[in-house]
């Protein structure tokens, strides 16, 4: 990212997946964070329409100016009575961006400014009536969450090995930027497999060099979530993993998948997998549509590679567990969803398919005992629980709500299914038999907990947590040892032999209830406000002429602008055909507009290659002043040292909210 000006084919699928990426993160937020049911409106003729909802930026530091905005539009050109924004329980009016604007059949749009000065959440929604109906936006059942603040910038990420019997790492392994979103550790401790932004690792645990490195071919945004992840059969043999929108499966001698699977093709966005202890089956658990029956889909492949049956659910699938025996898998589903399933590997016919588990936030962990007989399950923020189901009644044994409701990320149960624990945002570590819904074990930290595992003997547990520690505990709760990493502690697996524990480092895709002290949250002096860039200055950095045409005249610059343009065809092309099929339009009519669009990135081509051939060598848009505020770099929200932009000089870029 630091050569922003060069934009290639990588570049240009960098920017479709970063828009991308925000319109499903804003999405992922509002379903896992609710802050509660809003019920909603009776809908009438008469009602407004509110569109476009959102708040710019989505993320970046306290301290600066954050706008929510929204357009409302009536059919009949009947002005707003009001129109009001929800904000953490408080309805605030909002005020035209133009306050000339008055054509309420084509829409003005209302702001509403804010500068935070403490981390925490923000929940909104908007709300508007025209005298006569009501209506909403940036809402389902719950308010959307937005900006997400942060204080880090999550680029010395880690993998990290550790002796439990010694209280010490054994090795480290650097990520930099790149997120790790999964560890699995083989059951003899000799192999770790480990998942990250854009690679698969295999370790043998005797040193911190890779066995083999996959990387993928498509490249994920660097700092967003993690979604995949990564298993090992107990011997170690066998890999599987989900990345940027492939399975694979691998051996343990090669970094040349055995068999991939294109999981665009139900949705894309994977959220969990499993093998089998035995490497005889593979599981993907999967995002979606609630409406779209090929995606939010649960997969199961044989290790060949064949896909044996789908489920699909109404919710995103979080999280999916084989049986000791690989005969049972359980998983987890989001919103609307909300509910623990128990499968036979043999039938995508659910054993269990239990009530709602939560009134209105997703089911995020699941684990199951070794013989398949219990499963339990861990509930997200404001209903927080965990819940221990049986699989020959289909019932709750029992549920625990967490204190104040807080979200259960972390959670694991030994194989005879007689201990099961769990790891809370509020800090607690709780700890049950499988009779009782009171703990028998508990704990406390002063800071959120995101990955706990218990080893499968039940005699210690391991936690990582948002104050980038990994603690160790015996049963009793007594700590063995603290080991400090290098950013939040997201991942955590135990061998099943107990001879090592793996984690890995991340940033929480949960900034703002995980990267602080839960409990001591301070307010800051803002003595500055930081004023980002012009939410169209800042859009149009991506794309401006300067960006995308830099060094035009030059053969470089042309192949990278051709480059460009192709790229840009075929997205715009395939979205054109997507809609078209969506919309039943007729294939006439997207030939048509695909051809338009041919013709003319094809006159832009020959233009730009005509250009060059006259003016080789020269380039036609040599930034100005390149580092310095006015150079056309500063203001495109990348922070580039090479270009000489510092915190003086480009503050907006570089204060430590900028990509």
């Not at 967003?224 to 989900?242: H, L, T, W």
């Not at 149960?413 to 703990?439: E, Q, Y």
């Not at 007594?478 to 480092?505: F, H, M, P, Q, W």
């Amino acid at each position: 990212m630091k050569n922003y000006l060069c934009l290639s084919l990588k570049s240009a699928c960098f920017i479709a997946g970063f828009v991308l990426f925000f319109s499903f993160f804003q999405a992922a937020i509002a379903e896992d964070l609710p802050a509660g049911v809003i019920p909603k409106l009776p809908r009438t003729a008469d009602d407004p329409v509110l569109s476009g909802g959102t708040v710019y930026p989505f993320w970046g530091p306290v301290c600066q100016r954050y706008t929510y905005s929204v357009t409302y539009s009536d059919a009949a050109g009947r002005d707003p009575e009001y129109m009001r924004m929800y904000f953490n329980g408080s309805m605030v009016d909002m005020e035209k961006a133009d306050a000339a604007a008055s054509d309420y059949k084509k829409g003005v749009t209302y702001i509403y400014k804010n500068v935070p000065n403490k981390f925490g959440s923000n929940f909104y929604y908007f709300e508007a009536s025209n005298g006569i109906g009501k209506t909403r936006d940036s809402i389902i059942d719950s308010p959307d969450n937005g900006p997400m603040l942060f204080d880090a910038d999550f680029k010395d990420n880690e993998i990290v090995l550790i002796d439990p019997a010694a209280g010490r790492e054994v090795w480290r392994y650097a990520t930099g930027e790149e997120w790790v979103g999964a560890v699995a550790l083989s059951g003899d401790g000799t192999y770790l497999a480990a998942q990250t932004s854009n690679h698969i690792y295999l370790f043998n645990t005797r040193e911190n060099k890779p066995v083999w490195d996959y990387k993928s071919r498509a490249s994920n945004l660097i700092g967003g979530d993690v979604k995949g992840g990564v298993a090992i059969s107990a011997d170690g043999s066998a890999v599987f993993a989900a990345l940027n929108g492939e399975a694979l499966f691998f051996g343990n001698s090669s970094n040349k998948p055995a068999w991939t699977y294109n999981l665009n093709q139900n949705g894309g966005g994977a959220y969990g997998v499993d093998i089998d202890p035995s490497g005889r089956y593979a599981a993907v658990a999967m995002a979606g549509s609630e409406s779209d029956e090929q995606s939010n889909v649960l997969l199961l492949f044989t290790a060949a590679g064949k896909k044996l049956w789908q489920y699909h659910a109404a919710g995103n699938w979080h999280e999916v567990r084989f049986s000791g025996d690989g005969s049972y898998l359980a998983a987890a589903t989001g919103c609307p969803d909300r509910r623990g399933y128990l499968f036979s590997a043999e039938s995508a016919e659910p054993i269990v398919r239990s009530e709602p588990l939560s009134k209105e936030s997703p089911v995020d962990e699941a684990d199951i005992s070794s013989d398949g007989a219990l499963a339990a399950y861990g509930v997200e923020s404001g209903y927080g629980a965990v819940v221990l189901v049986s699989r020959d009644t289909g019932k709750v044994v029992w549920k625990y709500e967490t204190p104040q409701g807080w979200s259960v990320r972390a959670l694991s149960m030994t194989p005879d299914g007689g201990t099961i624990g769990a790891g809370t945002f509020g800090g607690d570590i709780l700890l049950f038999g499988k009779d009782s819904s009171r703990p028998i074990g508990r704990a406390t930290i002063n800071s959120a907990i995101g990955a706990f595992d218990v080893s499968d003997d039940g005699s210690f547990f391991a936690t990582g947590s948002a104050d980038k520690k990994v603690r160790i505990f015996t049963a009793s709760g007594s700590k063995k040892a603290e080991i400090t990493l290098s950013e939040y502690v997201g991942e955590i697996d135990i061998s099943a032999n107990n001879r090592y524990v793996a984690a890995g480092t991340s940033g929480s895709v949960y900034f703002f209830e995980s990267l602080i002290d839960l409990n001591h949250i301070p307010a800051t002096t803002c003595s500055e406000i930081i004023e980002p860039p012009a939410r169209s200055a800042a859009l149009s950095g991506m794309f401006d002429r300067q960006s995308i045409f830099a060094g035009v005249g030059s053969s470089a610059g042309n192949s990278t602008a051709i480059i460009f343009l192709s790229a840009a065809f075929l997205v715009i092309g395939a979205g054109l055909l997507i809609a078209g099929r969506k919309f039943h339009l007729s294939y006439q009519k997207i030939i048509a507009a695909v051809s338009v669009l041919f013709i003319i990135c094809l006159a832009l081509v020959f233009y730009i290659w005509n250009r060059g051939l006259a003016d080789e060598g020269q380039n036609a848009f040599e930034p100005s002043g390149a580092g310095t505020a006015e150079s056309g770099v500063c203001g495109n929200t990348v922070c580039e040292p090479d270009f000489g932009e510092t915190r003086d000089n480009c503050p907006q870029d570089c204060s430590g909210g900028a990509l």
